[in-house]
Structures are given as structure tokens and as C-alpha cells.
């Protein structure tokens, strides 16, 4: 196969969209976080945790939507954990955020033991199944990428709408990337600071459990250790590669996935029986190194991005 | 307007008392404003303005007393029911983002939090009749970040008066200001007042609180001790009211000038963004003699302070010191030939915040004995060096290992001014060395400057209070978009002259005699 006839088929694009789904979640979750002023290093070990409840959830017989409900809570409930030491504690981002990983991963590997200690092979559940959009699911190539996916992969593209609509065309939205600019002007507007920056913490904490809840959920039927394997600490480069817009972050998910998809078709083709995999398998980390060192040159920081804020500081 | 109108009292507060720990911060202040009127709270830094303003603005509660707006008394420890009450504040530090777009920084919490969408069409032609009513002129969309501090604070006002406010605080308003843009701000004022606002005005500059106010509060060590008004007073009762003593500022002799140190032969650098570079500088500092830039903020000061700072150098023209052309010109090498150097933004350039008095005190000599030998660094040195500074410029602190970020603006220009100083340096670069000071303070940094010239040192004193130039300066420059006046000696030029110069007028003339 030639390499560049990659491009034009309808399943590249197809794999593209489904691998890029659980980024788009955790992105946003990252994203409002960032724009509200905390850096949520969570995200990791939050993303394991919402991998394994929601598929939990599912197997326990709560339902499909039932398992995304339970890990969205359980994704918030670490985010009251992250953003009460953070915002109004005030503790290091860097290690509450990590901590919060180390916590969330291992609890969870702890739970899967307690809950399942019988089992060799994890159960499947019943996942996603794909959902094709009438009409236009038959538009060539860009149709079945679109259009022929699961369910949760549509509710991603709308939650990319919703949070570029809320954060750009609504009070609250200003109100929370103001507080990810200067704190103290929020303050001065009679605003709660510590509310906001710990209700975007929460919410965005939720979003990128659904992300890995989508991971056991729709891309595949089981849970697995190292299931997540560092997209988390993706997410936290596709913000700066978006620049903090969702629109832009969005295209770097899709970006990001698309090489990902590229790499394992590559490996199938002639050059991929010469060169080792593993190269290819570096391929979409190396090519989103270069892409960020492009893109985020001129980005602009939230400019409290953090730092602490306490009331009455003088 | 009646007498029973004229007479509606808008604020009261009674009683107010607040302590930080065993500092004394307002002492049972009581004071009313009146619809319509100006009251300047007067005081030195550290007398207890800002405190009293945060606790009227809800930002601090206080310990004890009341606040009342309209008759209404309002919960301790909210701005968002100040806000309501029609209490507008603008702070010395601006409460913008700069990232954000004017419009989106008025707007930021007028709306209801959780509406489902956020009205800009309304906003935009709201801002723009207030704009027009009060004379604020300020695009809706520039992002905050570009604009200049005049321009933000028309922000900071717009942002009060967007919210209803009837009563507005301005915080040190003019301390950032250029004169040009002060005197914008008070018309700004005199039209909020004439439509019912009224205005509490804090500042320690006695001519501004005698040009806007109609009633003076003085504070001083967290108490209210006088109040007088406007037309029954004179700025050397209210100085002396202040200081708590009677005030005279230093006496300025007149100075036989030494030899040139530095010279500056037709020196040009480089644009720097919006900036200009310089542009054909010519400049002399002698021994003993104090020259004076007179200048709008951004003409190329900077640039000046920079080169002489050893921060950039020359890109054509000479820098000679005594006679010689340095072949290498850092900071480092300005420092060792004697060169101190008072920074501009004390906070930013001046002082590492987190450091203690005794590191912020060696930071321009740290490497250089004694503080430091094969290596190492000799604290003990340091310390001593650090409390003879403290001691022999009077920088109130509790002890040489407070963090400097604890001091008080003048306490903390004290420090610098006994680091720069204490060695003995030939050649002083004060840039804006009194700015945001209290009187108290001003006159001792003048007095201070003034020994350094008769002790025979070259003092190139950068300033935008004309007033402060003219009084020091045996010489003064004006600068304008790079280009540096003739030297004109004292007396010489009157204020409404140097206003010329620096409004850019005079300099062609001055080229078509030199060709």
C-alpha cells in the first residue's frame, strides 16, 4: 500500500476521530482548569479512575450511561479533592496535582483488586456501539469519520461546542477565564474566586474522567492496567498547542490522533518491516514535540496560571 | 440645588478600628461624605488610607465600627454589597486583566453570573454613552495589556461608574500618572461631580488634594487628627497637619560644577518596540552638579537610565568615562566605575521581594569583598554592612532578616538609597526616585541627593514632576521621542517653557541653527 493512500481512506479518519474522542474529553477538562487559573496534573490518574468506574459501572449493571454518570462523579469528586488543596489551601499545583495521579491510579488498581479478586482476564462489558448518523454517515471518506462513531464521541464534538460557547459568550465564562488572568479583578467585582476556580477544577475534573471512561467504554469493552498510558499528560501539551482556545485544542486531539493512526497503518506497510516499530510508535510523540514548539510560540498564558490567590493579602 | 439637598450625607462611617497583629491601622476613624462633594484623605504611607478605603469597600472587615451608604448599613467583609450599595472603587494597583478586552473587563461581574448569555451589543453601547458622558475615552476592544496606565485607569473608573456607582474611591489615582493625563482625570471628576457623584480621594500630593477637593481628612498613625477645608487651608498646614511636624523641604544651595565624568558624544540605540531608541545624544555629568531629564514617561528615558545603567550599549556615538571609552560597558562594569543606579520601579528592578534587607542590601556587590571571598559569602559581613544602612537612613523594619516585601514604599527606597549611596559611588542615576513617596520621605531622598553632590558626586536625576527637576537640577534637558534639549541652567526656564520643549517643540529650530 502506498504510504500516502493512508490519507484517503475512509477507516484512517474513521480511527483518527475514535482515537482522538478521550483526548477531546480530558483536553476541554484540562482546558477549563487551566483558563480558571489551576493546572490540574490530576488529569492522569483521574482519567485511570474514570477508565475504571465507568466501565465498572456498566458491569455492575448501572447501564452504559449509568457507568459515564459514575465516572464523571468519581472524576469530580477527585477534582474537590485537587481544587480544595489548591485553591483555597493554596498548595503547589505541581505536587497536589501529581499526588492526586499517584492516588486516583493506585486506588483504582486497588478497588479492580478488591472488586474482582477471583478473575485472571478482565470481564467484558457490553460497550458503545457505533451509531450511524443517517444521511450524512454516507458522505465519502469524511462521512464514516464523522458520522459513523459511537455515541460518546458525538457528546465530545458537543462538549468542545459547549465549553468554547460557555467560557467565550456567557458571564460565567468571563468571570472564569478572569480568573485565570488576575484573581484580584475578579475579587474586585464581588465575585468569589475560591467558587470559581474550584467549580472549573470539579467540572473539569469530570470531563477528563469521561475521557477515560471512554477508553474502557467505547473504544474497547474491558478495563486494563497502563490502559491510559500517558494521554493524560498529552491532554496537558494539546492545551498549550490550542493555545487555551478549544477550537485549536480540538484540531490538536485530531491532529495528534491522526498520526497515531498513521504510525500503526505504517507499520503494515513494506518500510514497516525494515524499520523497528518502536520508532513509529514515537512517531506522533515526536511529531506533536515539533507541532508544539510551532504552534505555542506566540500563545498567551493565562496569566494567573498558578498562582495562588488569598483574599486579604496585603 | 437646595441647602437640604446639598447637605445628604452619601457615606458615614463611624468608629472605624482595625488592627494587623500589634500595628494599630485605623484607630476609630469617623467621617461623612456628602452628595457631591470631594473629601481627600490625606496621610503619609502607612497612616492608614488604603486600610480604612478596603474596609469601606468591604475588602477587610473591621474590627470594630460601621459602615453606612445611603442610610443603609452595610455587612462587613463584602464588595459585592458595596458594589450594590453604589460603592465604586478605583485601586492604586489596577484590578485588570490584561488579557482581556476592555469591554470584557467592565462587564466582568455586572451581569447575572449563571444567564445563559452574555448581552455585548447592550454593554458596548452602554460603555459608549458613559464614555461620552464623563469624557473617557477608550476603545471597547483594545486588549487591556496594550493599553497605557492613563488609559487603564479610565478603564478602572468606567468599570465603577458601569456598575452605578455613586460614590467613588480613587486610591492614589495620580501616583502613575503623567501630568497631562492627571489633568484629563480631574475634568474627568469635575463632570462626575457636577452629576451627583461623590468622590473620596486619596493622595499624599498636597497640590492635587488643593486643586480637587472641596474637604481634607488628615490620618496619620491610623487616626483622624484634623480636618479642614479646601478654601480655609494652605498645603504647608496641611504638610505640617500630615507629618505631624512642622515640614521644610532641603535648601538647595547653588553648586560650582567639577570635571566631566561621563560623557555622552551624539549617542544613538535602537528602537525598542514602540519606544524610542536615542537619537544623537549629547550629554555631560559633572562632578557636583545635579542635570535633570524633564520629559513625558516613554520619550527614551528608559533608554538613557539603560545606557548609563550599562543595560545596553551604544549603537553609534561614544560613551566616555572619564575620557576613556569603556571597551566593555554590563552592569557589572557601570557598578565597579562607580555608578549607582536608584531603578525606576523599585519593586520590579529594584528589589527581589522575598529576599531579606540584608540580601537585597548586597545584591549589587554580593560578588565583591567583603560579603564575598574564594567563593563564599560572608553573611556576617553582609549583615553588618545591612544594619548600618538600616541605622544611618532610617529604614523603619524589625530587623535586617525581614522579607523587603513587608516594607513600606519609602522604607524600601530608603534601603536602596543606602545601598547605591553608602560606597561612595562618582556618578548617581536617580530614575524617578521620589515616585509613590510621601513628603516626609521626598524631602529626606532630596536631602540625601543633595550631600551626594556636595560630597562631589555627578547626579543625573530623571523625573516626570517637573516640580521635583526644577528645584534640584542645576541643569536641565528635556527629552522627547529620543532627542535631548540643550542644557538649560537653573532658573533659566520657567515650567510653561519646559512644557514646550517636552511637548516636541523647539528641537528643529535647534538642528537648523546647528547646521
Known amino acids: 500500500m502506498d504510504i500516502l493512500e493512508i490519507f484517503l481512506t475512509a477507516s484512517f479518519w474513521t480511527a483518527a476521530i475514535r482515537i482522538a474522542s478521550p483526548l477531546i474529553f480530558a483536553t476541554m477538562g484540562e482546558l477549563i482548569c487551566e483558563r480558571a487559573g489551576v493546572l490540574n496534573l490530576g488529569i492522569e490518574g483521574i482519567m485511570v479512575a474514570g477508565a475504571f468506574t465507568g466501565w465498572f459501572g456498566a458491569y455492575m449493571g448501572m447501564g452504559l450511561w449509568g457507568g459515564v454518570a459514575l465516572a464523571m462523579a468519581t472524576g469530580m469528586l477527585f ?236 | 440645588m437646595t441647602g437640604a439637598e446639598a447637605a445628604q450625607v452619601v457615606l458615614r462611617l463611624d468608629g472605624i478600628t482595625k488592627t494587623f497583629g500589634a500595628l494599630v491601622a485605623n484607630d476609630n476613624v469617623s467621617l461623612a461624605l ?139 489615582p495620580t501616583a502613575v500618572l503623567t501630568p497631562q493625563e492627571t489633568d484629563d482625570l480631574f475634568d474627568t471628576l469635575r463632570q462626575a461631580i457636577a452629576q451627583g457623584l461623590s468622590v473620596v480621594f486619596i493622595s499624599h500630593k498636597l497640590h492635587e488634594v488643593m486643586s480637587i477637593a472641596h474637604r481634607v481628612l488628615i490620618l496619620r498613625h491610623g487616626k483622624l487628627v484634623a480636618e479642614r477645608q479646601v478654601a480655609r487651608t494652605n498645603p504647608r498646614e496641611l504638610a505640617s497637619l500630615m507629618v505631624g511636624a512642622e515640614v521644610t523641604a532641603p535648601a538647595v544651595a547653588p553648586s560650582e560644577p567639577g570635571a566631566s565624568i561621563l560623557h555622552l558624544d551624539a549617542v544613538s540605540t535602537p528602537d525598542r518596540g514602540s519606544a524610542p531608541g536615542l537619537r544623537d ?66 519593586h520590579k528592578t529594584g528589589t527581589i521581594a522575598d529576599f531579606t534587607l540584608t540580601e537585597n542590601a548586597i545584591l549589587e556587590c554580593y560578588r565583591d569583598g567583603p560579603f564575598s571571598a574564594r567563593g563564599w559569602m560572608n553573611w556576617r559581613a553582609a549583615d553588618r554592612f545591612a544594619r548600618g544602612v538600616i541605622d544611618s537612613y532610617d529604614v523603619r523594619c524589625p530587623g535586617p532578616g525581614t522579607r523587603i516585601r513587608l516594607l513600606s514604599g519609602g522604607n ?32 529626606y531622598v532630596h536631602g540625601r541627593l543633595l550631600e551626594a553632590r556636595a560630597r562631589g558626586a555627578a547626579i543625573l536625576l530623571i523625573s516626570e514632576d517637573l516640580d521635583e527637576i526644577m528645584r534640584l537640577s542645576d541643569v536641565i534637558h528635556v527629552i522627547s521621542e529620543g532627542r535631548l534639549s540643550p542644557g538649560f541652567a537653573r532658573g533659566s526656564m520657567g515650567a510653561a517653557e519646559l512644557g514646550v520643549w517636552m511637548a516636541g517643540h523647539g528641537f528643529d529650530e535647534e538642528t537648523r541653527h546647528a547646521s
Open chain 1, 79 to 314: 477534582g474537590l479533592v485537587h481544587s480544595t488543596l489548591t485553591v483555597p489551601l493554596g498548595l503547589s499545583q505541581h505536587v497536589v496535582g501529581l499526588g492526586v495521579t499517584l492516588l486516583a491510579t493506585s486506588l483504582t488498581y486497588f478497588c479492580y483488586r478488591v472488586a474482582l479478586p477471583e478473575v485472571t482476564s478482565p470481564p467484558k462489558i457490553e460497550a458503545f456501539q457505533v451509531w450511524e448518523v443517517p444521511v450524512l454517515s454516507e458522505i465519502p471518506v469524511l462521512g464514516p469519520a464523522l458520522f459513523a462513531q459511537t455515541p460518546l464521541t458525538y457528546l465530545a464534538f458537543a462538549t468542545v461546542a459547549v465549553v468554547a460557547y460557555g467560557l467565550y459568550r456567557t458571564p460565567l465564562g468571563l468571570a472564569i477565564r478572569a480568573a485565570g488572568e488576575n484573581p484580584a479583578a475578579v475579587a474586585a467585582q464581588g465575585l468569589s474566586v475560591t467558587g470559581l476556580r474550584m467549580g472549573a477544577v470539579i467540572v473539569g475534573s469530570g470531563l477528563m474522567a469521561v475521557g477515560g471512561a471512554f477508553l474502557t467504554m467505547s473504544a474497547f469493552d474491558s478495563f486494563f492496567f497502563e490502559m491510559v498510558n500517558g494521554r493524560g499528560w498529552i491532554c496537558i501539551a494539546l492545551v498549550v498547542f490550542g493555545a487555551w482556545r478549544p477550537g485549536k485544542a480540538l484540531l490538536g486531539a485530531i491532529l495528534f490522533a491522526a498520526f497515531d493512526a498513521f504510525q500503526i497503518r505504517l507499520q503494515q506497510t513494506p518500510l514497516g518491516a525494515q524499520v523497528p516499530y518502536q520508532i513509529f510508535l514515537m512517531l506522533p510523540y515526536f511529531l506533536s514535540i515539533l507541532a508544539l514548539v510551532a504552534m505555542s510560540r506566540r500563545a498567551e498564558v493565562p496569566a494567573a496560571l498558578m498562582v495562588p490567590f488569598n483574599r486579604g493579602d496585603r
Open chain 2, 34 to 172: 456628602e452628595k457631591g462633594e470631594v473629601i481627600a484623605l490625606l496621610g503619609e504611607n502607612g497612616a492608614g488610607k488604603t486600610t480604612l478605603m478596603n474596609i469601606l469597600f468591604g475588602q477587610y472587615t473591621a474590627d470594630a465600627g460601621t459602615v453606612e451608604v445611603f442610610g443603609q448599613r452595610l455587612p462587613p467583609g463584602t464588595p459585592r454589597a458595596a458594589l450594590e450599595a453604589g460603592v465604586g472603587m478605583v485601586h492604586q494597583h489596577f484590578t485588570l486583566a490584561d488579557n482581556l478586552s476592555v469591554l470584557d473587563n467592565i462587564v466582568l461581574g455586572a451581569e447575572r453570573l449563571w444567564s445563559a448569555r452574555s448581552d455585548r451589543r447592550g454593554a458596548r453601547a452602554r460603555v459608549a454613552a458613559l464614555a461620552e458622558r464623563f469624557r473617557l475615552r477608550v476603545d471597547p476592544d483594545a486588549r487591556v495589556g496594550a493599553l497605557t496606565v492613563g488609559e487603564r485607569q479610565r478603564v478602572e473608573i468606567l468599570k465603577a461608574l458601569y456598575r452605578d456607582a455613586r460614590i467613588l474611591i480613587l486610591d492614589e
Open chain 2, 281 to 346: 545624544v549629547t550629554l555631560d555629568l559633572r562632578a557636583g552638579q545635579i542635570v535633570g531629564l524633564a520629559g513625558v514617561s516613554g520619550n527614551g528615558q528608559a533608554e538613557l537610565a539603560a545606557l548609563i545603567g550599562g543595560l545596553c550599549v551604544p549603537e553609534t556615538g561614544t560613551l566616555r568615562l572619564d575620557g576613556e571609552s569603556p571597551s566593555r560597558w554590563t552592569p557589572h562594569e557601570a557598578v565597579q566605575s562607580g555608578i549607582a543606579r536608584i531603578p525606576e520601579d523599585r
Open chain 2, 412 to 443: 524600601m527606597q530608603k534601603l536602596i538609597l543606602g545601598r547605591v549611596l553608602e560606597p561612595g559611588p562618582r556618578i548617581i542615576l536617580a530614575n524617578q526616585p521620589v515616585r509613590g513617596l510621601d513628603i516626609g520621605a521626598v524631602n
